[in-house]
């Protein structure tokens, strides 16, 4: 038991967000491992977003508790945002600024020493694709490179946890396959919440899946679970998304 615990880099509890009388994610729970890439799908309106900018600490629950790495992030918010890189679906990103300039920007941001920045920003550029393309502008750079930058400033501190929110939107199938295979890898040390429409993507990057709809958690399982069940993701997303009324778990 505690060595299940000891592994966990993130758990939410029972988390929930209101919005005068109407619940936009209700009693929501996640554990997250290290070493682990969770998909996160849903339908339009299913809370998904509202769901990570509570787990990266820029929206407050209303109820629920959130944990990075044993720091109870509404305790302790800076501490515990120091385990976290986060892709927002709008990239932030400076398009005047060159791609050195911006992530030695997002390095100090996020605490990095001057001692480590260049050592920080080398190793990020180079995991992200981005090493001859330092002294460019970040605008002149096509999509899905620009979504490489937006991956760099979320991993140059080195965090625990991962998450990126519809990462591989508005990207042709070759910029598509490599933003996966660069998931791929990150997964392999950290642990990466993906919350994407597709299907597909899930599948081929994600040890385990869940399913959002109203607010709620409809499903929660491995890959290999629901393969072992001979269930097909497609369908079993919606079986439980198609119908107004929200199905529980």
Known sequence: MNDERECLTLSAQHIQRNYGARIAVF?????????????????????????????????????????????????EPQKAKAHIGYLPEMPPLYLEMTVDEYLRFAARLHRVSNERTTHALDRCKQRCGLVDRGKQLIGTLSKGLQQRVGIAQAIIHEPDVIIL???????????????RALIQ??????????????????????????????????????????????????????????????ITC
């Not at 929110?165 to 042709?172: A, I, N, S």
């Open 165 to 179: 929110d519809e990462p591989t939107v508005g990207l042709d199938p070759n910029q598509m396959r490599e933003i």
């Open 27 to 75: 009693d929501f729970t996640l554990q997250l491992k290290k070493g682990e890439v969770l998909g996160l799908l849903g339908p339009n309106g299913a809370g998904k977003t509202t769901t990570l900018r509570m787990i990266t600490g820029n929206l407050a629950p209303s109820s629920g508790s959130i944990e990075v790495c044993g720091v109870d992030l509404l305790d």
């Open 185 to 246: 890898d990150l997964g392999k040390s950290r642990s990466v919440i993906l919350s994407t429409h597709i299907l597909s993507e899930v599948e081929s990057v994600c040890d385990r899946v869940q399913v959002m709809h109203e607010g709620r958690m409809v499903l929660n399982e491995t890959l290999a679970e629901l393969r072992q069940k001979g269930a097909n993701l497609e369908t079993e997303f919606i079986r439980l998304t198609q119908n107004s009324q929200s």
